[in-house]
């Protein structure tokens, strides 16, 4: 069993979560800008579809992509170079969530629902969430969302409409964070797409000591 939260209670120890599924710590609550900023400190993550309550999840092991670790294939790299895209920062972040929150072709719904949007959304006014767009000839053709505390970046999502759109941004976001000091970005749960491009799983209680380091 979990427990349901209300709006001011607190979330309960991380190693709490169920095993199966791994890494359900609580649901219900809220997603208000402070609720959402103090998961995250405590390595906590909203992650529900539409129709479902409120769930926050903490998963073991927490797959973690650590910037000097990037694989970029020679193709990627020259894909990079060439220049075919241009990539911005926070120009558009309404249409990045937006884009993410479509359904994907092996999927029915999205977990990215109108409320996570609007609390996002909100979170970006705060200066807390940020976008990486890749651009093309004037369209929006990928890139990625997620939320920057201190000296840590928790990546969200990702989308591409063209071939390696969603890439570039990633090594355009690595560049930045690796020049601002932030040694990792948390990418919650383990797919083979991000272990091809480096990203690895670390305990859950390393993760949150390390969480404690650059958050302060």
Known sequence: MI??????????????????????LAAGGSLHPERLLDAYRRGIFPWSGEGQPLLWWSPDPRMVLFVNELKVSRSLRKRVRSGVFEVRFNTACAAVIAACAEPRPDQDGTWITAAMRAAYLELHRRGYVHSVESWRDGRLVGGLYGVGIGRMF????????????????????????????????????ETSHLASLG?????????ARRLEELLN
């Open 154 to 189: 928790f990546g969200e999502s990702m989308f591409a409409r063209e071939s390696d759109a969603s890439k570039v941004a990633l090594v355009h976001l690595v560049e930045r964070l690796r020049e601002r000091g932030v040694p990792m970005i948390d990418c919650q749960q």
């Open 199 to 207: 990203a690895r799983p670390v305990a859950r209680e390393w993760f």
């Open 3 to 24: 427990p349901w939260l209300r709006e001011d209670d607190p979330f309960p120890p991380l190693d709490t979560a169920l095993r199966e599924p791994n890494g359900l």
